[in-house]
Protein backbone atom coordinates (compact mmCIF):
# COMPACT_ATOMS: atom_id res chain seq x y z
CA UNK A 1 0.00 0.00 0.00
CA UNK A 2 1.47 3.36 -1.21
CA UNK A 3 1.52 6.02 1.24
CA UNK A 4 -0.21 9.50 -0.16
CA UNK A 5 2.42 12.27 0.08
CA UNK A 6 0.70 15.77 0.40
CA UNK A 7 2.12 18.18 -2.40
CA UNK A 8 4.77 20.73 -1.29
CA UNK A 9 3.60 24.22 -0.77
CA UNK A 10 5.67 27.17 -3.11
CA UNK A 11 7.40 29.48 -0.37
CA UNK A 12 5.96 32.60 -1.91
CA UNK A 13 3.01 34.14 -0.42
CA UNK A 14 1.89 35.95 -3.76
CA UNK A 15 -0.51 32.98 -4.36
CA UNK A 16 -1.97 33.13 -0.46
CA UNK A 17 -2.19 36.87 -0.04
CA UNK A 18 -2.33 38.28 -3.54
CA UNK A 19 -0.20 40.82 -5.56
CA UNK A 20 1.31 43.13 -2.68
CA UNK A 21 0.43 46.46 -2.98
CA UNK A 22 3.78 48.04 -2.70
CA UNK A 23 7.60 46.68 -3.56
CA UNK A 24 9.56 45.03 -0.66
CA UNK A 25 12.81 46.66 -0.04
CA UNK A 26 15.69 44.94 1.29
CA UNK A 27 14.72 46.65 4.68
CA UNK A 28 11.82 44.76 5.03
CA UNK A 29 13.17 41.66 3.89
CA UNK A 30 15.74 41.70 7.07
CA UNK A 31 13.26 43.43 9.64
CA UNK A 32 11.21 40.16 8.51
CA UNK A 33 13.63 37.62 8.95
CA UNK A 34 14.46 39.23 12.09
CA UNK A 35 11.15 38.67 13.03
CA UNK A 36 10.73 35.13 12.41
CA UNK A 37 14.18 34.23 14.11
CA UNK A 38 13.12 35.97 17.30
CA UNK A 39 9.92 34.13 16.98
CA UNK A 40 12.02 30.67 16.36
CA UNK A 41 14.06 31.39 19.34
CA UNK A 42 10.92 32.41 21.81
CA UNK A 43 9.27 29.20 19.85
CA UNK A 44 12.50 27.28 21.16
CA UNK A 45 13.00 28.58 25.38
CA UNK A 46 8.86 27.94 25.74
CA UNK A 47 9.68 24.08 24.36
CA UNK A 48 12.49 23.97 26.87
CA UNK A 49 10.44 25.27 29.55
CA UNK A 50 7.87 22.92 28.93
CA UNK A 51 10.20 20.11 28.80
CA UNK A 52 12.08 20.56 31.95
CA UNK A 53 8.38 20.64 33.54
CA UNK A 54 7.77 17.01 34.45
CA UNK A 55 4.20 17.19 35.57
CA UNK A 56 3.74 19.16 32.37
CA UNK A 57 5.52 17.26 29.50
CA UNK A 58 3.61 14.18 31.20
CA UNK A 59 0.55 16.26 30.34
CA UNK A 60 1.93 17.34 27.04
CA UNK A 61 2.44 13.71 25.97
CA UNK A 62 -0.89 12.24 27.47
CA UNK A 63 -2.99 14.96 25.25
CA UNK A 64 -0.58 13.99 22.18
CA UNK A 65 -1.40 10.28 22.52
CA UNK A 66 -4.86 10.91 22.97
CA UNK A 67 -4.95 12.84 19.86
CA UNK A 68 -3.15 10.33 17.90
CA UNK A 69 -5.69 7.33 18.73
CA UNK A 70 -8.41 10.26 17.47
CA UNK A 71 -6.53 10.64 14.32
CA UNK A 72 -6.34 7.00 13.92
CA UNK A 73 -9.79 6.69 14.14
CA UNK A 74 -10.39 8.85 11.01
CA UNK A 75 -6.97 7.55 9.56
CA UNK A 76 -8.20 3.99 8.61
Known amino acids: MAKNKLPIAK ?9 SPYKRTKEDEAR ?3 YAAEDGLR ?7 VRSNKKLM ?3 KAL ?3 QVANLKKFAK
Open 11 to 19: SSTAEVCGP
Open 32 to 34: ERR
Open 43 to 49: AIQRAEE
Open 58 to 60: ADV
Open 64 to 66: AAE
